[in-house]
């Protein structure tokens, strides 16, 4: 569900108990983020093939976290911050962009479950798109508490309802007066969560129900059943979290270099499920929380009633992982609304099965056979109902191991030429 910016949450948060400040930690971070692209002789452009798939990796974890600690970009310096209004939002959104001087397509790059815009990873699509000559739009995940301030229309989770919202924001940026003549053609790309969303947006598509034409969609390893990753994430916190210290696991990610292919991987499958669901876990305490506050819950105690010693965060770490948060804080909150009757419900909108049933031609949707996000028997039910052109699986690669390769972003520079 999540890449590099959650390795960077863990190198502050080990730098923090190494008493390193965090600025000092991130000021390495161009070193640390070469530009991942293929020399511009080899690029791919539509006339040519997309490269043959190679992954060094066998382990779907080790492959997971390679890609957390290694792929990412540099700030980019003509990436600019917008303010959209969209209606029924309680606030601005800010948005990032990038802009050619003349007419070329727009991609629109969504996130994972915690993602920024503006962090190594959620750089990285911009990074590549805006140096191939696209117009680019990105912004935080709608899990975000920085999204959810913005928007406050509803507590976080409902697939279907944030997938409506992220066409409100694109139709609103699309009928930005500066902007008209602009955008040749439009596509999405998304990863991880933002991957399902794209996906529920293209069926949006072919069911012609969007208020704009798309022409292109690119989904990278998206969950095939968010109920099943969201068992699996949880489990990884509970079964192995304790197992370790933070420190433990902060000091050896802070200094690991990936191995060679074809070199033993030195951790064990414990210690590295143990650090994604670490990881998962900081990001849903503050999504638990915040929306808790937000829409007045009072699923976690308020402050003024804590006893000493006792902190809402510390409370809901503990006590809230990804499957307590969907079925007590986000499914009774839309069931009030009227606008979901059962948390089967809730669940299936973020169910790959249904959702590639429907899809355009031009959909491309990566899914790695060893992705440890996924339960292994949701992929055969996907191939059954998906259209073969619109999937691609690979049987190395984990979650989003891939996504920094040259056969990744050939498959971003030929998004617009699928059929």
């Known amino acids: 569900m999540k890449s590099c910016s959650l390795a960077w949450n863990l190198v502050i948060a080990a730098s923090l108990a190494f008493g390193i400040t965090a600025p000092d930690v991130l000021a390495e971070e161009p070193e640390t983020t070469p530009k991942p692209v293929t020399p511009a002789d080899d690029a791919p452009s539509p006339e040519r093939k997309i490269p ?12 997971t976290i390679v890609a957390m600690l290694k792929w990412g970009a540099p700030e980019i310096k003509e990436q600019k911050t917008r303010k959209l209004k969209i209606d029924g ?3 601005e959104i800010k948005v990032k962009e990038i802009l050619q001087a003349k007419p070329a397509p727009l991609v629109i790059v969504l996130v994972g479950v915690d993602g920024k815009a503006d962090t190594p990873l959620g750089r990285l699509f911009p990074y590549w798109l805006g140096d191939a000559g696209a117009n680019v739009l990105s912004f935080d995940s709608t899990f975000r508490p920085t999204y959810m301030e913005a928007c406050k229309e509803g507590v976080t989770g409902n697939m279907e309802a944030e997938a409506g919202q992220l066409v409100r924001i694109i139709a609103a940026y699309l009928k930005e007066k500066d902007l008209q003549g602009k955008f ?4 999405l790309v998304g990863y991880s969560l933002g991957g399902t969303q794209a996906l529920i947006i293209a069926r949006l598509a072919a069911q012609k129900k969007l208020p704009f034409e798309l022409h292109g969609c690119l989904a990278l390893s998206p969950l095939l059943r968010l109920k099943s990753s969201a068992a699996i994430l949880d489990d990884m916190y509970a079964t192995d979290r304790y197992k370790y210290t933070m420190i433990d696991m902060g000091k050896t990610f802070l200094t690991h270099e990936p191995v060679a292919p074809g070199v033993k991987i030195p951790f064990e499958p414990a ?16 999504i638990v929380d915040r929306n808790d506050e937000a829409f007045k819950l009072k699923a976690l105690p308020e ?11 510390s409370m809901a770490e503990v006590e809230w992982g990804f499957t307590k948060f969907m079925e007590k804080m986000s499914f009774p909150y839309w069931q009030k609304q009227g606008k979901i009757k059962s948390v089967d419900e809730l669940w299936q909108a973020g169910d790959l099965v249904e959702i590639m049933k429907e899809q355009p031609a031009f959909t491309r949707a990566i899914i790695c056979e060893n992705d440890p996000f996924n339960s292994p028997e949701d992929l055969p039910e996907v191939k059954k109902t998906a259209n073969p052109k619109n999937l691609v699986t690979v049987k190395t690669g984990g979650h989003l191991g891939y996504i920094g390769s040259a056969w990744c972003y050939a498959h971003l520079m030929k998004m617009f030429t699928f059929k």
């Open 89 to 91: 939002f309680k606030k």
């Open 303 to 313: 402050v003024e009633k804590l006893q000493p010693g006792e902190n809402r965060r």
């Open 271 to 286: 210690f590295m499920r143990a650090g994604i669901g670490f990881l998962i876990r900081e990001e849903f305490t503050e």
């Open 52 to 63: 043959e798939y190679r992954h060094e990796y066998d382990d779907g974890l080790y492959s």
């Open 184 to 187: 040749t053609h439009v596509g």
